[in-house]
C-alpha cells in the first residue's frame, strides 16, 4: 500500500502545479507563441497524470491479486490439514503397481521352515533315527559277485563303437544312407531293450541298481541319436557346398567334418553335460579349482541328504500308507497323500539343484564344457493364450532335454514336415511319458502305466490351464499338479509293489 499512497501524493501535486499554471496564463496576454507553450506543457502533464493513474491501477490490482493468493494459500493449508483421502488403489490390487513383496516371502519361508521342522521334529520322535548309510549300499552291492550293474555299464562302450564305427563309413562312402540309418537304428534298439532284458531277468539286480542303469542308457540313447542327426546334416551341407563351390572348404581352426570323427571326440560328448552334439562345443578357458570343489562338496552333501530325507521322512509315511490303500479308507488316503506331499516335493527340488546345478556343473567344469545353461527359469513360467504352459514349464525346467534333444531332433523335424504345434508337443509329452515309464516299471519288474498317464494327463491340463487360466492362477495350477500328482504316483507304485511282492511271499 505504500507504493500506491505515494503515487497518490504524486499525482495530487502534479494537477495542483497544472491548475496554478494555468490559471497564471490565463492573466497574461496572449500572443500565439506563448499560448502553444502553455497548451503543449499543460497537455503533456495531463498525458504524464494519465500515465500515473493507469500504474496506480496496475499496481493496485497486483496488490488485491497477491492478497487474493495468500487467502486461497491460507484456505488451501487449512483443508490439506483437515484432509487425509485421495484417490488410490489397494497395494496387494494389481491396479496399484506395488510389487515389493520380499518381506511377505521372507515370512512364507519361515513360516514353512518352523513348519517342516516341526514334522522332522515329530518323526524323530515317533520313529527315532532310521538313516542307515550302509543300508543304501547294499541296495548296489546286493550280490558282489555279479555287479550286473556295472556289468550293464561296461557293454555301454560297444553301442558307442558302432556308432561311430557307422559314421566313419557313412562319411567315406562304404555305407549307404539306407544301410547307415538302419544300423544306427538296430544298434539304438538294442540299447534300450538289452539292458532291459537283463533288469528283468537277473535276480541279483535292484531296483535302484536298475533305475540306475537305465537311466544312463537312456541318456546315452539320446546322445547317439543326435550324434547320427548332426552327422548327417553334416554330410548333407557338404555335399550341397561341394556342387556349389567345387573346393576344399577351410574351418578357421575347427574342427570339420569329417574330421570330428574320433574316439576322443566322441567320449567327449558321451561325457559332456548335454545331449545335443556339436563339431565344436564353446570351452571355457581353464578348470577353476575353486569352483569345482564347491561343486564337489555340493554333491555329496545333497546326495547324502536325499539319502537321509528318504529313509527317515518318506518312507515311515509310506509304510504307514499301506493300511490305508488296502481298505480303501478315502479319508486317510487323502491325509497321507498330503502328509508325503511336503517331503516329495522337498526331495524333488533337492534332486533338481543336486543333478542340474552341482552334477552337471562339477562335470562341465572337469571338461571345460562353456554352455551352462542347464535350466531356465521355471518357477516364474505363467499361462498365456497362445502357449502351452505345462510344455513351457518342462522346456524351462528340463531345458538340456526338451531344448536341445526332443525339441532339435524330434519337435521341429515335426513342424517341418507340417505337423500343428499341439500335435508336435503331444509327440514330445508321448515320448516323455514313455521314458519316465521305461525308468520305473522296468526296475520295479512290474508295468502299471502311472508315470505314463501322468505325463499324457499334463496335456489335458495344459488346454484347461491355457484356456480358462491366466497369469498366477495357471502358474498355481502347474505347481498343485507337481505337488500332488507326485506323491500319488509314488503311493500307487508302491502300494502296487508291496502287493505284487510281499502279500504274495506272506500268503
Not at 496488490?63 to 494459500?73: D, I, L, M, Q, Y
Not at 526296475?443 to 499324457?456: I, K, N, S, V
Not at 500319488?488 to 510281499?502: E, K, N, P, R
Amino acid at each position: 500500500m505504500g507504493d500506491s499512497d505515494a503515487v497518490g501524493s504524486t499525482l495530487t501535486r502534479r494537477r495542483r502545479a497544472t491548475l496554478a499554471a494555468g490559471r497564471g496564463a490565463s492573466l497574461q496576454p496572449m500572443n500565439g507563441r506563448s499560448a502553444t507553450v502553455c497548451q503543449s506543457s499543460v497537455t503533456a502533464d495531463i498525458s504524464a497524470d494519465n500515465g500515473l493513474e493507469k500504474k496506480r491501477d496496475r499496481s493496485l490490482e497486483t496488490v488485491r491479486s497477491k492478497s487474493k493468493t495468500e487467502k486461497k494459500k491460507r484456505r488451501g493449508d487449512i483443508s490439506d490439514r483437515l484432509s487425509c483421502h485421495k484417490t488410490q488403489e489397494s497395494l496387494l490390487s494389481s491396479a496399484s503397481g506395488y510389487n515389493n513383496y520380499r518381506g511377505i516371502l521372507n515370512w512364507c519361508v519361515v513360516m514353512l521352515v518352523l513348519n517342516n521342522a516341526r514334522l522332522f521334529l515329530e518323526n524323530l520322535l515317533r520313529y527315532g533315527v532310521l538313516v542307515d548309510p550302509i543300508q543304501v549300499i547294499s541296495l548296489f552291492l546286493h550280490d558282489p559277485y555279479s555287479w550286473p550293474a556295472a556289468c550293464l555299464l561296461i557293454v555301454s562302450n560297444v553301442f558307442i563303437l558302432v556308432a561311430l564305427y557307422t559314421e566313419r563309413q557313412l562319411s567315406k562312402g562304404s555305407f549307404s544312407e539306407p544301410v547307415g540309418f538302419l544300423v544306427h537304428c538296430i544298434n539304438m534298439a538294442i540299447m534300450l531293450t538289452f539292458p532291459a532284458a537283463v533288469v528283468l531277468l537277473v535276480p541279483s539286480m535292484t531296483p535302484v541298481g536298475g533305475a540306475f542303469v537305465l537311466g544312463i542308457y537312456t541318456i546315452l540313447f539320446l546322445k547317439l541319436y543326435s550324434y547320427k542327426d548332426v552327422n548327417m546334416w553334416c554330410r548333407e551341407l557338404s555335399t550341397v557346398k561341394a556342387k556349389k563351390l567345387a573346393r576344399s572348404l577351410s574351418c578357421d581352426r575347427k574342427v570339420c567334418y569329417p574330421g570330428n570323427l574320433t574316439i576322443r571326440d566322441m567320449y567327449y560328448f558321451v561325457f559332456a553335460p548335454t545331449l545335443c552334439y556339436e563339431l565344436n562345443f564353446p570351452r571355457s578357458p581353464k578348470i577353476r579349482t575353486s569352483f569345482l570343489l564347491r561343486r564337489l562338496f555340493e554333491m555329496l552333501f545333497f546326495i547324502q541328504l536325499l539319502v537321509g530325507l528318504t529313509q527317515q521322512w518318506m518312507i515311515p509315511i509310506i509304510q504307514s500308507s499301506m493300511k490305508p490303500l488296502e481298505d480303501m479308507d478315502l479319508s486317510r488316503m487323502t491325509e497321507r497323500l498330503l502328509r508325503l506331499a511336503v517331503p516329495n516335493h522337498l526331495l524333488w527340488l533337492i534332486f533338481f539343484y543336486w543333478f542340474f546345478h552341482s552334477s552337471m556343473n562339477f562335470t562341465a567344469e572337469l571338461l571345460r564344457f562353456g554352455d551352462r545353461q542347464f535350466y531356465k527359469d521355471w518357477w516364474l513360467v505363467y499361462a498365456s493364450v497362445c502357449v502351452c504352459v505345462v510344455y513351457e514349464f518342462y522346456e524351462e525346467w528340463w531345458c538340456t532335454v526338451l531344448k536341445d534333444c526332443l525339441g532339435l531332433h524330434f519337435y521341429k523335424p515335426l513342424l517341418r514336415r507340417g505337423f500343428s504345434k499341439m500335435v508336435s508337443q503331444s509327440a514330445v509329452f508321448f515320448l516323455s511319458a514313455f521314458f519316465h515309464e521305461y525308468l520305473v516299471s522296468v526296475p520295479l519288474r512290474m508295468f502299471r502305466l502311472w508315470a505314463f498317464t501322468g505325463m499324457m494327463a499334463q496335456l489335458p491340463l495344459a488346454w484347461f490351464v491355457g484356456r480358462f487360466l491366466r497369469g498366477n492362477y495357471g502358474n498355481a495350477a502347474v505347481w498343485i499338479s507337481l505337488i500332488i500328482g507326485q506323491p500319488f504316483a509314488v503311493l500307487m507304485y508302491v502300494h502296487d509293489y508291496y502287493v505284487l511282492h510281499f502279500r504274495q511271499e506272506a500268503d
